[in-house]
């Protein structure tokens, strides 16, 4: 079994308890806003949260680390929206990779579903250059597809309320990454939706800032 927070992998969940709590103790007391060289880490992290949608909302300015209201001496995170709503998250509930909501496996299915369409649309772009800040880098690691005009949530919502297709219930996963995926029964519903999707999505590319200010998971 593999565990991973973005790109990195851990062998055992004691492994990445020890990695975030290093991690954790290095920033000490203190904000990690969407240019922190650890902001990827934590926002990484929390996507494996078991209610990460919620978490997440309309996407995350900030990272606090703070110290536990009960017991002070130990520190405690807490996340800001963009539209400055704030919550608490247990870190350690990241580290344990419980088992998320029906929606929220699906939307991981959904969006693995849908990736050969932004690969192909990144391959036809200039991934140096932010369509809204203009900003400029040479790390292509900067930048990300966004969904433009319509955002994945309501693609994703509208296609569930029109869809004739049953609803898959059971998911599959990847090998190695564990990532959500269709099984090879729910082929129908994958392609229904790829089609949905592709017909509908409009893209831009957007550096990593201004899509987690946008964002609209």
Known sequence: MVYNIG??????????????????????LGNIGIKHEDYNFFHNLIKNHSEYERK????????????NYIYPQHFEMRLVRTDNTTDTFSWRHCCEFKPRTHIENL???????????????????????????????????????????????????DFLKITKIIIPTVLGSKQLTNETIFNDNETEFKNDWKKYHDEKA????????????????
Request: proline share 2%; net charge positive; charged share 25%.
């Open 7 to 28: 790109q990195l992998e851990f062998k055992t969940k004691k492994a990445v308890v020890e990695y975030v709590r290093k991690i954790i103790t290095k920033n000490g």
């Open 56 to 67: 997440n909302g309309i996407g995350i300015n900030e990272f606090v680390i703070q110290p």
């Open 107 to 157: 939307t991981k299915a959904m969006r693995e579903a849908i990736s050969d369409t932004i690969q192909s649309f990144r391959k036809t772009q200039n991934t140096r250059l932010c369509n809204l800040c203009s900003y400029v880098s040479s790390d292509y690691t900067d930048f990300a597809v966004d969904h433009d005009k319509i955002p994945f949530q309501v693609l994703r919502d």
């Open 202 to 217: 409009t893209f831009q590319i957007l550096c990593r800032w201004c899509n987690s200010k946008k964002s609209n998971n």
